[in-house]
């Protein structure tokens, strides 16, 4: 592990830690996110950031509180940074309104040093599968990162979050009931209203969870598979 401190972090307050939250850095090089990441004028900052070669930096102490997920919410917590550690995966992300993204697969040795520190974390922290989440879960209305090429899928087979069974049954019904599925999100975790509405709010969380766990379709359309795939992951959380 590679130390470069960043000044951008404050006091733990909130509790103990239990989430781990995962991002991508959306910036041109890894060099530029280090430096953002360690300017006390940006006001951001994470624990961790792991190069695509699988080099690891550490940011902020895991013992404070770092700036990277702003805005956000899990459950009933409102302040994910005082209750998480955060980890910024080098890649340049998505486009957005002024910038040109070069969103791209995260490569093996990335991931390989990711699994080396999740065990690691896991190891000190208690954190629950469903507490495994990225940016877009806890902030699904401003961000999608890590996004749908980020692979949740060999992460789980690692042992860390929750991937749904392949066996997941399809529901009978073609037609996903609205209030149903955004009663699912709530419990799972999301931040959702439930207003048995397809409203801009309940579009921005299904393309959250769809990017985590059926990133083959994140058109945010709430479909038979996905709801098979909630229902089998509430069953996962409840049977934990
Ligand atoms: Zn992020």
Same mark, same amino acid.
């Given at each position: 592990?590679?130390?470069?401190?960043?000044?951008?972090?404050?006091? *733990?307050?909130?509790?103990?830690?239990?989430?781990?939250?995962?991002?991508?850095?959306?910036?041109?090089?890894?060099?530029?996110?280090?430096?953002?990441?360690?300017?006390?004028?940006?006001?951001?900052?994470?624990?961790?950031?792991?190069?695509?070669?699988?080099?690891?930096?550490?940011?902020?102490?895991?013992?404070?509180?770092?700036?990277?997920?702003?805005?956000?919410?899990?459950?009933?917590?409102?302040?994910?940074?005082?209750?998480?550690?955060?980890?910024?995966?080098?890649?340049?992300?998505?486009?957005?309104?002024?910038?040109?993204?070069?969103? *791209?697969?995260?490569?093996?040795?990335?991931?390989?040093?990711?699994?080396?520190?999740?065990?690691?974390?896991?190891?000190?922290?208690?954190?629950?599968?469903?507490?495994?989440?990225?940016?877009?879960?806890?902030?699904?209305?401003?961000?999608?990162?890590?996004?749908?090429?980020?692979?949740?899928?060999?992460?789980?087979?690692?042992?860390?979050?929750?991937?749904?069974?392949?066996?997941?049954?399809?529901?009978?019904?073609?037609?996903?009931?609205?209030?149903?599925?955004?009663?699912?999100?709530?419990?799972?975790?999301?931040?959702?209203?439930?207003?048995?509405?397809?409203?801009?709010?309940?579009?921005?969380?299904?393309?959250?969870?769809q *990017?985590?766990f059926r990133p083959?379709?994140?058109?945010?359309?709430?479909?038979?598979?996905c709801?098979?795939i909630?229902?089998?992951?509430?069953?996962? *959380?409840?049977?934990?």
């Amino acid at each position: 592990m590679i130390s470069q401190p960043s000044p951008n972090f404050n006091d *733990r307050t909130a509790g103990e830690i239990k989430y781990l939250i995962l991002h991508y850095t959306g910036m041109a090089t890894g060099e530029v996110a280090l430096q953002r990441l360690c300017d006390e004028r940006s006001k951001v900052s994470a624990h961790y950031l792991i190069e695509e070669d699988g080099r690891i930096f550490t940011l902020v102490p895991e013992a404070a509180r770092a700036w990277h997920a702003g805005v956000a919410s899990w459950e009933e917590d409102h302040d994910i940074n005082g209750l998480s550690l955060g980890i910024e995966l080098v890649n340049p992300g998505h486009d957005t309104p002024g910038y040109k993204g070069d969103y *791209r697969l995260f490569p093996e040795a990335q991931m390989a040093a990711l699994v080396t520190l999740c065990k690691e974390i896991l190891s000190r922290h208690k954190i629950a599968p469903w507490h495994i989440l990225g940016h877009s879960d806890v902030a699904p209305d401003r961000k999608s990162d890590p996004g749908e090429l980020f692979d949740w899928q060999f992460l789980a087979s690692q042992a860390i979050g929750f991937w749904p069974d392949r066996a997941t049954e399809m529901s009978v019904t073609t037609s996903v009931k609205i209030k149903l599925f955004q009663q699912g999100l709530a419990d799972y975790g999301y931040g959702i209203d439930i207003t048995g509405q397809p409203d801009p709010q309940t579009q921005a969380v299904m393309q959250a969870f769809q *990017r985590h766990f059926r990133p083959a379709d994140i058109r945010g359309i709430a479909d038979p598979e996905c709801h098979s795939i909630l229902e089998n992951l509430l069953e996962k *959380r409840r049977n934990y």
